[in-house]
């Protein structure tokens, strides 16, 4: 697949030999707080980051922007490096979309890194790998400023049971035990390429990166480690919750506002991996 075209490339070119306008195809990275969204995928009764990002677009453009995401993230789930495309015919001056959306959106959704890419790229079809990043407030007090940032556990949290227990994640398996919903076709087998957890000052900071996510997927993973990391689960047990493709036999679903969707990568080398705010802000 091509790379990008730069923000500005071909950005005013107009029509095709018989006066149709020619579409182009942007790519571009998201950021939100998802506090007070119901999720990231347009829904007509509530508010939904695609539902504020297309009506940004769709003035500025002056003509209906439907988009698509690289990540469906659920109410209260953050990202530091969602992607989006959309497809246009409008002439725009795309090196300053960014500007004009950021002037434009409410301020818990920003954009950056605007380009023209090939018209066949899709923000979810084209990418390669998924990040999520997990925060964990481990200490014995809770944070108000970080009631919405991270997930406040106070016991003691073995780390390398924790690691135990994420080795036997790492690779291609049938993640249905650590599924909420099903996916359209029922398919729930996905190969988690790394699974890392570190200390970082008083958080315990989780990243998993795969090719695909299930719903929930990373949020049950996270609460069963911490499980294994307050000494309720046996670290061991994990295989067999594996093969016994049950809900029931994982964990507890760790909160929403813990989990950050933080970098997206690419066939064409683009990656949008930003680290969560609420990591760099601690150091």
């Avoid at 018989?18 to 119901?38: H, P, Q």
């Avoid at 923000?123 to 997930?151: E, P």
Wanted: some cysteine; aromatic content about 8%.
């Amino acid at each position: 697949m091509a790379g990008p075209a730069g923000p500005g490339r071909e950005a005013h070119r107009s029509e095709t030999g018989n006066g149709e306008r020619l579409k182009i195809t942007i790519r571009a990275a998201v950021e939100y707080d998802g506090t007070a969204f119901f999720g990231f995928q347009f829904q007509p009764a509530v508010r939904s980051v695609a539902g504020e990002v297309e009506r940004t677009l769709s003035q500025l453009l002056q003509e209906p922007v439907k988009i698509t995401g690289a990540g469906r993230t659920d109410t209260g789930v953050h990202a530091s490096g969602q992607v989006i495309s959309f497809s246009t015919a409008r002439s725009f001056p795309f090196e300053r979309l960014a500007i004009a959306c950021n002037s434009a959106l409410p301020d818990d959704v920003s954009v950056r890194d605007v380009a023209i890419v090939d018209e066949r790229f899709s923000a979810r079809f084209s990418a390669r790998s998924r990040t999520y990043v997990y925060a964990i407030l481990h200490r014995k007090d809770r944070s108000a400023l970080l009631a919405h940032r991270a997930y406040h556990v106070y016991g003691t949290l073995d780390l390398d049971r924790m690691r135990e227990g994420a080795r036997h994640l790492i690779g291609e398996h049938d993640f249905r035990s650590f599924c909420g919903m099903l996916p359209e076709g029922g398919v729930t087998i996905r190969n988690v390429q790394s699974l890392d957890i570190a200390e970082s000052g008083e958080y315990v900071r989780v990243q998993i990166s795969a090719d695909g996510f299930l719903h929930r997927m990373v949020r049950t993973i996270v609460g069963t480690l911490v499980e294994c990391g307050l000494g309720r689960r046996d670290p061991a047990t994990i295989p067999a919750v594996l093969l016994a493709k049950s809900r029931a036999s994982a964990g507890l679903t760790a909160p929403a506002h813990g989990l950050y969707l933080a970098g997206v990568k690419y066939l064409d080398g683009y990656d949008s991996y930003a680290e969560p705010p609420v990591f760099t802000l601690a150091r």
